[in-house]
């Protein structure tokens, strides 16, 4: 045999006849044991129950025969005569030879054993006398010359010759789930048990961190394995570093979607024949922001721990420590300090809330956006012209886009001055990132009959899509189509009319160039009109230096604009506080109603001295008592 044909054996040894069994999860060896041991349980129960009693594993034993092939288990002479058989006809022959010792032949003996041990040496001790005659003591010559090896060969195939390739391949099938979910349950908790920390999280939490990883390795695999950078110094006694699975970028968005539902595009399509979720990912330089954020050792990809670090870094987060956060995340070179194109271009939480009801959310970045330029520039240190010591600061000196502008104290102040923003990162922030039970993928089980086939045709994923766009153009056409947009935080769920801003500065603090290169250029006659608020304007007068005001110019010499400006500024909203009458206004008032109780009671008094006649004297008394009573009070 050449080489290419040993090598083109080994590929149909690995690939067809064996699949999985020299796997790095070794899926097929455990598999075959599973079906083997099942076998064993339906052919022979006595033995199956016998080793449950005493706790003694099977696969302790017939591990190492499907491995090797029977090579490392009895003397090569027969185990050659075992692989030509296999090569032959096919897998099967392992279950068969592996079923005549255990059931037929030492079935006696198996019987006896207590544990583990006493099963290898009994296997041992049975597989080193192959040789050996199989009955000596019989009369029969021929029958003296039959040697254990050819007696296992003769039970193997004919009393065993039920068990088919059909059968290996439908057992195969029916425990290929278990046998998958307890491979993964061991990877889960070795991955788990492998990590440095947990953080604030649990077990169980972080199992279900570790199952939308997994998911997203699956549907979006690596495109190459990502090595970690190469070290330039090391010593032979440092300890090298133990691989680690790692995702790129396009698997982070997947795997942030399932975590984050900001980080997805849910879709409620409703068309009249059914009701769908549709399931996109969001795709936006937040979510790239933040998987570099997290990447804190540079290695352009993300582990299992940098993902639980990063998460338990917003996760469990209190109201400044999620302030502080965002900031660290927009700040990309880590000075402490945000600059104007990180504000401008980069700050954009508006992806967060683009699906949310009303404008509450966009109404408050609005705001936000104002107050930070606002507050930034009256900050800044003022530009002087140098020349006298008397002269007062000119206006807040310009930055470019690209140097320091706001640090983290002022950026907490701009946020807390908003009550939206500030119930988003006390609360909402937080509990957008949720960790949801992923239900378990359904490996298709084998088919039983042309109805099992049909089906196992017709319902697959594309043909999934085809339906659901062959009903929303009924339901397009029937007019019952519609499509909602499912929000990201879901506080509000109603329309409401957003507020209006409120400066955080005072009027001679309120200059501000940012401001006004944001609101674009203005003409020079509207630029010293700056409204501070959607529902005030502050008209900004320079102070002289005398304190006698200027003599007004009468409305006649005005020209037409500033008179049109002066009747705007006399026009008004009427308020509620309008219709509220002032002290005097109460204080008649209080003075009518006295006036009203003297009237009541003079009534009162002729009324009494009209109808007296049903009192006593001492009734009259009394009544005339209290009169003056009354009368002296008032």
Request: proline share 6%.
């Amino acid at each position: 045999m050449s080489e290419e044909q040993a090598f083109w054996l080994l590929e149909v040894l690995c690939d067809r006849l064996l699949p999985g069994y020299y796997a790095p999860s070794m899926h097929g060896t455990l598999l075959d044991q599973r079906v083997f041991e099942a076998l064993v349980h339906r052919t022979l129960p006595m033995i199956h129950d016998h080793f449950q009693a005493v706790d003694v594993q099977l696969s302790v034993a017939s591990l190492p025969w499907f491995l090797s092939l029977y090579i490392n288990s009895m003397p090569m002479i027969f185990a050659f005569r075992i692989v030509d058989c296999f090569f032959c006809m096919g897998p099967k022959v392992l279950f068969q030879v592996g079923y005549s010792p255990i059931l037929k032949i030492n079935g006696e003996q198996l019987l006896k054993i207590q544990d583990d041990g006493g099963f290898l040496n009994l296997m041992r001790d049975y597989f080193a006398s192959l040789g050996d005659p199989a009955h000596p003591n019989s009369t029969d010559p021929r029958t003296r010359a039959i040697t254990r090896f050819q007696e296992l060969l003769l039970v193997s195939f004919r009393e065993f010759s039920v068990i088919t390739d059909e059968m290996i391949i439908s057992e195969r099938k029916r425990f290929r789930n278990e046998v998958i979910h307890s491979l993964e349950s061991f990877s889960k908790r070795g991955a788990i048990r492998n990590l440095k920390t947990l953080g604030r999280f649990t077990k169980d939490q972080v199992g279900l961190i570790y199952d939308a990883l997994y998911m997203a390795m699956c549907i979006v695999p690596q495109s190459a394995p990502v090595n970690p950078s190469p070290v330039l110094l090391s010593s032979h006694h440092s300890a090298e570093e133990k691989p680690e699975t790692r995702i790129e970028l396009r698997t982070f968005h997947h795997f942030l979607s399932e975590i984050a539902t900001w980080a997805r595009n849910e879709k409620i399509v409703s068309n009249g024949f059914q009701q769908r979720v549709d399931r996109e990912i969001a795709e936006h330089e937040f979510i790239d922001r933040l998987f570099f954020f997290w990447d804190t050792s540079c290695h352009g990809a993300l582990s299992f721990q940098d993902l639980v670090s990063g998460l338990d870094g917003v996760m469990f987060n209190d109201l400044m420590e999620n302030i502080e956060w965002f900031f660290n995340v927009h700040d990309k070179n880590k000075d402490g300090f945000l600059t104007k194109d990180e504000l401008t271009v980069r700050f954009d939480s508006k992806f967060i809330f683009r699906y949310e009801v009303g404008d509450a959310y966009l109404g408050a970045v609005s705001r936000f956006m104002t107050n930070a330029f606002e507050y930034g520039d009256a900050l800044l240190p003022p530009e002087t012209d140098g020349e006298t010591k008397d002269e007062e600061p000119t206006t807040p000196r310009v930055i470019e886009s690209n140097q320091p502008y706001l640090n983290l104290a002022t950026f907490r102040m701009v946020v807390l001055a908003d009550e939206v923003l500030e119930s988003f990162f006390e609360t909402d922030l937080s509990n957008s990132f949720r960790l949801e039970v992923i239900p378990d993928a359904e490996v298709p089980a084998s088919s039983s009959g042309l109805l099992g086939d049909l089906w196992s045709t017709i319902a697959t994923d594309s043909n999934k899509k085809i339906f659901n766009m062959f009903t929303d153009e009924i339901g397009k056409t029937i007019g019952k189509h519609q499509v909602f947009q499912r929000p990201s935080i879901g506080r509000y769920t109603k329309l409401e009319e957003p507020k209006a801003r409120e400066s955080l500065l005072s009027p001679s603090m309120r200059k501000s160039p940012s401001k006004t290169n944001l609101a674009g250029p203005t003409s020079p006659s509207a630029s010293s009109l700056a409204p501070s608020s959607s529902s005030t304007l502050t008209v900004d007068v320079k102070a002289q230096p005398s304190k006698d005001l200027p003599s007004i110019p009468p409305s006649a010499s005005l020209s037409p604009m500033v008179q049109a400006v002066n009747a705007r500024l006399m026009e008004r909203t009427p308020f509620a506080i309008d219709d509220a009458k002032d002290e005097d206004d109460e204080s008649e008032g209080e003075f009518d109603g006295n006036d009203n109780d003297d009237r009541v009671m003079d009534e009162v008094d002729a009324f009494l001295e009209a109808h007296d006649s049903g009192l006593t004297d001492a009734d009259q008394e009394v009544a005339k008592g209290f009169d003056l009573t009354t009368r002296s009070l008032q």
